[in-house]
């Protein structure tokens, strides 16, 4: 197997480019098609302050890693869920990444700093962990962002990760969410711009790019998302990815170049400005008296940490 | 060669040689869903593992399995 570009020894095959690349020639076509999402969907410019969601995972340290190689100011927010050992175990990835490179890494402990955790969160609300987390990441991500004076929030969201929402939005022809999946969501009133340079590059790609940058990153899966539709939607398209290379590319390109449009009608109707007021707690814009975020702090207020367990065992050690 | 696996983490004993392709067919996994790891860094596709290899199987889905 012979590079594509240098004809020395490959590392690595790309099926759906029908391409091998060196190791060299294949880091220089990851930032390279992470500077073509970022043109192509006008995310940020040089000169602009992007605050990277780092989570431990190969994702966000490697778009951490891509945003610095190409130039760009960039600083990460880690935000410790209290999800046991797991979270302990992803803390010390990014405090490690952080600490080798000497960046900037802000850093939020929710028991510490809000009271409660993503377990405690789940349990109370009697909702899957999932969302009390994303609704935790949003606000915290956001509020950081605007008082940080950022120009966006990048996130690690990856080709695997598009296609897998986008498929799984279309099973249910869930048009609203259609209608907003975009690689760019633009800055609002109250809520900063959120970008996600890795939708060019697929999962295998983000995991062979850390394992060549020696990035280390923790390979496990957050205990509380084991088992969920969005991993075995990924499943699903690699099995059709295996035997038609370039599936997913196509599928949720495909769908940003042909489809997205025709569901502007079901996009959400972001609130105009009579429609919001001010969070009576936190300030942020909301259509109701308190934001969904304030609304978690109270129902959470006093709780005892819990701990989850699926089928009798524990999932947050 | 040993092969180790993650989620569960796991070791398997082979009889070598063996390709790349070969393996991930007896393990019943998706080359788009791994990679395989020695010493550290990227073993390609077309690669030919020896008796004496130790070589990782990393999921690439997050939350997947190998």
Same mark, same amino acid.
Request: with cysteine.
């Given at each position: 197997m012979k590079c594509k570009v240098c004809r020395e020894p490959a590392v690595i095959d790309i099926r759906r480019h029908n391409a091998n690349?060196?190791?060299?020639?294949?880091?220089?076509?990851?930032?390279?098609q992470t500077q073509?999402?970022?043109?192509?969907?006008?995310?940020?410019?040089?000169?602009?302050?992007?605050?990277?969601?780092?989570?431990?995972?190969?994702d966000s340290l490697a778009l951490w890693d891509i945003l610095l190689e190409l130039g760009y100011e960039a600083n990460g927010l880690y935000i410790g869920l209290g999800i046991g050992g797991y979270s302990d175990r992803s803390g010390d990835q990014v405090r490690a990444f952080a600490a080798e490179r000497g960046l900037k890494l802000e850093q939020i402990e929710l028991r510490d700093q809000y009271g409660y955790d993503v377990p405690t969160a789940a349990a109370v609300t009697k909702r899957v962990p999932c969302s009390a987390c994303g609704l935790s990441k949003r606000h915290l991500f956001d509020k950081a962002a605007l008082q940080g004076g950022y120009d966006a %929030?990048?996130?690690? &969201?990856?080709?695997?990760? @598009? !296609?897998?929402?986008?498929?799984?939005? *279309?099973l249910r022809w869930q048009t609203e969410y259609l209608a907003r999946q975009h690689p760019v969501l633009p800055a609002r009133p109250g809520f900063p711009r959120k970008v996600k340079p890795l939708v060019r590059l697929g999962e295998?790609?983000?995991?062979?790019?850390?394992?060549?940058?020696?990035?280390d990153y923790i390979v496990e899966e957050?205990?509380?998302? %084991?088992?969920?539709? &969005?991993?075995?939607?990924? @499943? !699903?398209?690699?099995?059709?990815?295996? *035997?038609?290379?370039?599936?997913?590319?196509?599928?949720?390109?495909?769908?940003?170049?042909?489809?997205?449009?025709?569901?502007?009608?079901?996009?959400?109707?972001?609130?105009?400005?009579?429609?919001?007021?001010?969070c009576t707690r936190c300030g942020v814009p909301t259509t109701s008296e308190i934001c969904?975020?304030?609304?978690?702090l109270e129902r959470t207020a006093g709780a005892e940490p819990v701990h989850l367990t699926i089928k009798g065992k524990r999932v947050d050690a | 060669m040993?092969?180790?696996?993650?989620?569960?983490?796991?070791?398997?004993?082979?009889?070598?040689?063996?390709?790349?392709?070969?393996?991930?067919?007896?393990?019943?996994?998706?080359?788009?869903?791994?990679?395989?790891?020695?010493?550290?860094?990227?073993?390609?596709?077309?690669?030919?593992?020896?008796?004496?290899?130790?070589?990782?199987?990393?999921?690439v889905i997050s939350g997947g399995v190998a």
């Open positions: 690349f060196c190791g060299d020639h294949f880091l220089k076509l990851v930032r390279d073509k999402a970022i043109d192509e969907f006008k995310m940020f410019a040089p000169g602009e302050r992007i605050l990277v969601a780092v989570s431990g995972g190969k %929030v990048a996130t690690g &969201h990856n080709l695997d990760d @598009e !296609a897998a929402v986008l498929f799984g939005n *279309t295998r790609e983000m995991a062979a790019y850390c394992v060549l940058r020696g990035i957050c205990p509380m998302a %084991v088992g969920n539709k &969005h991993i075995g939607y990924k @499943e !699903a398209l690699n099995a059709i990815e295996a *035997t038609s290379p370039g599936a997913k590319q196509a599928f949720y390109f495909g769908f940003l170049a042909r489809a997205v449009e025709r569901f502007a009608d079901a996009a959400p109707a972001y609130a105009e400005a009579g429609d919001t007021a001010a969904a975020f304030c609304r978690l | 040993q092969v180790n696996l993650r989620n569960p983490n796991r070791t398997i004993i082979f009889e070598g040689p063996m390709s790349i392709v070969a393996l991930l067919q007896k393990l019943d996994l998706n080359r788009e869903s791994v990679l395989v790891i020695r010493g550290g860094t990227l073993v390609p596709g077309d690669a030919l593992l020896t008796a004496d290899d130790v070589v990782e199987i990393r999921p």
